[in-house]
C-alpha cells in the first residue's frame, strides 16, 4: 500500500509557505490549492471562496461555491458546487473514513436548511459571506438540478465505497465528491485522476458490446450502444471529469444545450440512435465477462474519457433532468478506444483533435502540447534572468504547460541533484500555464475575465490571444521576458496588497483586487501614450518601490470599490466578473500616471519598435539556425516521416520537405521550411 506521508508534509509546507506570504490563514491556502485541483481534473468549475462557518448548536460550515448554469434557459438544469473543507494540521498523516466524510456533507446541509428559514437570514449580517450567499442559492434554487458538495481534506480517505450514497435536499439531490490526499498526490503529478466506471456495481449492470479491433500494438476498441438513463446517471455522477481535458474546457465557452438534440429525445426517442452520431471514448483498460446469454460484455471502464459527444452526453441529462424526459428509449452509440496508460497522454488530445474538427478553435490548441505551449516552454528553457550583483550562478523561469511537470524534476532525484534543479529553476520562478493567462489579460484591459477564476480565464487566453501568434515570430525572447516581467509585477502587487493594513483590516477578493489594479496601471500608462517598462523589470527581476507604492494605492481605491457592488449585483466576487464593473466603475477613473511614474515607462513608439525589433531577430535566429539544422535532418528524413505518418501529421508542405532532404537536397521553400518547423515542433523533436 503506497504510503503518503511525505506528500502530507509536502502540502503542509507548501501551505505554511504560502500563508505566510499572502498573509491568510491556512486553510484558505489549503482551500486555493485544492480547489485549483479539483477544477483542472473536472471536479467542479472555478471555485470562489466564501468562508461561511458558524460553530453555535450544531453549527454549519461551506468554504466556497460556484454555479454552473446553462445559458439561455430558465429551466432547473443547474448544478451548486459546495466546497467544505477538512483541513488537519496534525503531525501525522491521519486517517479519514466514511463517518468523516458524513459529519463533513452534514455541515453543508444544515446551511442549506438554515438559509431557508427567513427568521436565520434576517439574523445575518448583510455584509457577511453567509449573507451573500444564501441570496444567491435562493435566487438560482429553481434552476438548479442538482447539489454537488465537494469535500477537501488533507487526511486519507480509507473506505470501501467508490461511490457515496445520494442524498436529498428538498427535490434536489446531493452527491458527495471527495478530494483526499492520495487524490492531490495523483492530480499534481500526473495533472488528472482516473474515472473509473462500474457498470456492473453501480450502473445496472454490464454492457453488451462488440469488439471492433483488438490490435497486437496495446490498442483496442469496442463498439455498444448504452442507455439513455445509464449515460445520464454517470454523467450526473460524475459530471465534466468525464470530458477529456479539451473538450471540457471549450464547453465551458458555450454550455447552451443543442435543440436538435432534445427535439428528437422529446418527439421520436427510438429514433435517437439512427439520428445521433453518438459520441467517442478513450480508456486505459476495460473488464469484460461473458453475460448470460453468450454475448461479450464490459464490466467496468478505467480511466473513462468523452472525447467526442460531451454536447450530446449533457444534452441527455438535461432532457432527463429539466425536460423530465423518458429515457428508456434512447440509446447511444459509443466507441471505445482502450489506450494503455503509457500512451493515453499523446493519443488521447488526437483522437479528440480528430473528432472535433467542426470546431471553428481547434481543440488542439487548448491542449497543453499543442505548438505554442511547447514553443513557450522551450523559450523558458533558453532564456536565462540576468545575473545578479554577488550571485555566481544565473536562474530560469520554469513554464509549466502540463501539470506535474515542475514535480516531476525532481522526483527520483538525490538530494544534491535537487538541489542544483532548485537552484537552477527556483519555486518562485514557477510559471504554470494558467497564470500566464491571467497576466497577460489583466495587461491587456480584461480583469473582469480574470475574475472568471483560472479555466475560463485560460480558455478565453487561448482562444483570444494564443490563437493569433500563428507561426509563432512574436512568441519570441523579447516576448517571453515581458511575460516574465508582467508576472513579477502581478506577483509584487499581490504581495503588497497582502501585507498592506488596509487588506488585514477587510480581507477578501485579493485576487480580484490584483488583477484589476494590474489593469488599472496598465491603462494609465497607456492614457499617458506609454508602457510600463517591462524591459526594466525583467533586468533588474523585481518592481522598484515607486512603481510599486503607487499601484498599492491603486489596489487600496479599487478594493473598497469591488467590494461595495451596486444594488442590481450584490455579491462582490460575482461583481468583479462582470465587464460593466471594469468599463463603468474603473475605467473612467484612469488617468495618466503622476511624472515621477512616467519614469518607470518607455513611449508606446518605442514600445513598438522593440517589438518589432524581437520579431526581426526572431525571424534571422530562426534562419540561421534552421539553415544549420537542415543537414543534420537528412539522415533523420526517413524516420521523421515515418513518425509523422503514424499520428497523422503529414502535410503537403512538410511531406515534400522530407522527400527532398531524404533525397539529400537541403533547399527548401519558405512554405516548406514552416511547414517542417511546425512538425518537428508537434514531435517535440529538437532542431
Not at 537552477?424 to 491571467?438: G, I
Amino acid at each position: 500500500m503506497v504510503d503518503f506521508s511525505e506528500s502530507y508534509q509536502e502540502l503542509a509546507n507548501e501551505i505554511t509557505i504560502g500563508s505566510i506570504a499572502d498573509g491568510e490563514l491556512k486553510v484558505t491556502e489549503f482551500f486555493r490549492i485544492f480547489a485549483q485541483l479539483a477544477a483542472e481534473n473536472g471536479d467542479c468549475p472555478d471555485l470562489d471562496y466564501t468562508p461561511v462557518l458558524n460553530e453555535s448548536g450544531s453549527g454549519y460550515r461551506v468554504d466556497g461555491y460556484a454555479f454552473d448554469l446553462p445559458e439561455g434557459t430558465d429551466d432547473p438544469a443547474g448544478e451548486l458546487y459546495l466546497a467544505v473543507c477538512v483541513h488537519y494540521q496534525e503531525e501525522y498523516l491521519p486517517v479519514v473514513n466514511a463517518r468523516d466524510v458524513d459529519l463533513a456533507v452534514s455541515q453543508v446541509e444544515r446551511f442549506l436548511k438554515a438559509i431557508h428559514s427567513a427568521k436565520t437570514l434576517e439574523a445575518m449580517e448583510e455584509s457577511s459571506h453567509a449573507y451573500r450567499l444564501a441570496i444567491q442559492i435562493r435566487q438560482y434554487k429553481p434552476r438548479l438540478a442538482r447539489i454537488r458538495v465537494l469535500m477537501f481534506t488533507n487526511g486519507h480517505l480509507k473506505t470501501r465505497r467508490k461511490m457515496f450514497d445520494t442524498r436529498i435536499f428538498g427535490d434536489l439531490p446531493i452527491q458527495i465528491n471527495v478530494l483526499d490526499i492520495e487524490r492531490y498526490e495523483r492530480i499534481s503529478r500526473s495533472g488528472s485522476d482516473p474515472v473509473e466506471v462500474e457498470f456492473k456495481e453501480d450502473f445496472e449492470g454490464a454492457i453488451s458490446c462488440l469488439p471492433a479491433s483488438m490490435g497486437s500494438t496495446g490498442f483496442s476498441s469496442y463498439i455498444f450502444a448504452m442507455q439513455g438513463p445509464v449515460l445520464a446517471k454517470i454523467f450526473a455522477t460524475y459530471g465534466s471529469r468525464l470530458l477529456e481535458q479539451n473538450v471540457r474546457t471549450y464547453l465551458q465557452a458555450k454550455t447552451s444545450v443543442n435543440k436538435g438534440i432534445l427535439k428528437t429525445i422529446q418527439e421520436c426517442p427510438s429514433m435517437f440512435f439512427a439520428y445521433n452520431n453518438g459520441i467517442t471514448g478513450t480508456a486505459s483498460s476495460v473488464v469484460t465477462e461473458r453475460l448470460p446469454d453468450g454475448a461479450l460484455g464490459i464490466a467496468s471502464i478505467r480511466d473513462f474519457q468523452i472525447v467526442n459527444g460531451g454536447q450530446t452526453t449533457a444534452s441527455i441529462l438535461y432532457a432527463r433532468d429539466a425536460m423530465k424526459c423518458n429515457l428508456d428509449e434512447v440509446y447511444v452509440q459509443v466507441k471505445l478506444s482502450v489506450i494503455g496508460e503509457e500512451r493515453l497522454g499523446e493519443v488521447v488530445p488526437k483522437i479528440s483533435e480528430y473528432a472535433n474538427t467542426q470546431n471553428k478553435v481547434s481543440l488542439a490548441d487548448l491542449a497543453s502540447n499543442s505548438p505554442v505551449q511547447i514553443r513557450i516552454e522551450r523559450l523558458s528553457k533558453e532564456i536565462s534572468t540576468p545575473q545578479r550583483a554577488g550571485e555566481l550562478h544565473v536562474t530560469r523561469w520554469f513554464y509549466e504547460r502540463a501539470r506535474g511537470q515542475y514535480r516531476n524534476l525532481f522526483a527520483y532525484k538525490s538530494a544534491a541533484i535537487r538541489s542544483r534543479i532548485e537552484t537552477e529553476y527556483p519555486k518562485n520562478q514557477l510559471l504554470v500555464k494558467t497564470d500566464l493567462a491571467k497576466y497577460e489579460l489583466a495587461f491587456n484591459g480584461r480583469p473582469h475575465h480574470v475574475s472568471e477564476g483560472e479555466q475560463k480565464c485560460f480558455q478565453r487566453y487561448v482562444t483570444s490571444v494564443l490563437v493569433g501568434y500563428g507561426d509563432g515570430i512574436d512568441l519570441n525572447e523579447f516576448w517571453f521576458k515581458c511575460v516574465v516581467a508582467k508576472a513579477i509585477v502581478f506577483r509584487s502587487l499581490d504581495k503588497e496588497i497582502a501585507q498592506s493594513e488596509w487588506y488585514k483590516a477587510a480581507k477578501g477578493l485579493k485576487a480580484q483586487t490584483v488583477a484589476y489594479s494590474v489593469a488599472a496601471v496598465a491603462q494609465a500608462f497607456r492614457v499617458g501614450e506609454m508602457q510600463i517598462d517591462l524591459m526594466r523589470i525583467w533586468r533588474d527581476q523585481t518592481v522598484p518601490k515607486v512603481l510599486t507604492d503607487w499601484m498599492l494605492g491603486w489596489a487600496s481605491r479599487i478594493h473598497k470599490i469591488l467590494n461595495d457592488p451596486p444594488g442590481m449585483v450584490k455579491n462582490p466576487s460575482e461583481f468583479a466578473k462582470k465587464e460593466f464593473c471594469w468599463t463603468l466603475y474603473i475605467l473612467p477613473l484612469v488617468e495618466a500616471p503622476p511624472e515621477k511614474i512616467c519614469d518607470y515607462g518607455v513611449s508606446l513608439s518605442e514600445f513598438g519598435e522593440e517589438v518589432g525589433r524581437g520579431r526581426k531577430e526572431e525571424r534571422k535566429n530562426r534562419k540561421l539556425d534552421f539553415d544549420v539544422a537542415i543537414a543534420n535532418l537528412v539522415p533523420k528524413a526517413a524516420e521523421l516521416r515515418r513518425i509523422a505518418t503514424g499520428k497523422n501529421l503529414l502535410s503537403n508542405n512538410n511531406s515534400r520537405a522530407l522527400e527532398k532532404l531524404q533525397a539529400g537536397r537541403i533547399t527548401l521553400t519558405r512554405a516548406e521550411k514552416n511547414s517542417l518547423i511546425a512538425l518537428l515542433e508537434r514531435l517535440e523533436v529538437a532542431f
